[in-house]
């Protein structure tokens, strides 16, 4: 049976290391990802209101994929190995299928092959995400994987 306060918290937690490990990346210049910009630009042009939209969409995010991580826990005892092992699973299929496949549903996001347009000013990801830098692959991948460490490191099934 899910235990309830426990993913919570630790959805929560893994969710901000997530956010802050591809937000230092950024900010070290290894990527220039946004993913709540990118989230948050979809429901609205406004570039302040899409970050605090985008963020709360990230985090709501973060805690359904903690409720999958949890059930999966609850058929096999969580290990911390085990958890790394499936964010970086997750973050390959970031990286390979949910973001490159974007621009098809994005408002506000050219595709490769259609440049920019007055709605249309985001850039695509591309291949394995390296319009946004060579290193987004790799940031993106740890930070998941880090993401996935935590809940099967501190998730307590009941």
Sequence with gaps: MLNVPSITIWGFVATLVLTTLTIAGQSLGFTRIDLPF?????????????????????????????????????????????????????????????????????PRMVSDTRGPEPTRLLEPPGF???????????????????YGLIIGALYMPR
């Design 38 to 106: 990118i989230l948050g630009t979809m429901f609205t042009p406004d570039r302040d209101r899409a970050k605090v939209i985008g963020a709360a969409m990230h985090l709501i995010n973060g805690w359904i994929f903690a409720v999958l991580y949890a059930v999966a826990f609850d058929l096999t005892p969580p290990h911390w190995w085990l958890g790394a092992l499936g964010g970086a699973l997750q973050g390959l299929f970031v990286v390979v299928v949910a973001l490159p496949i974007l621009p098809g549903i994005h």
């Design 128 to 146: 394995l995400l390296v319009n946004y830098g060579r290193m987004t692959p790799i940031v993106i991948v740890v930070a998941h994987a880090m």
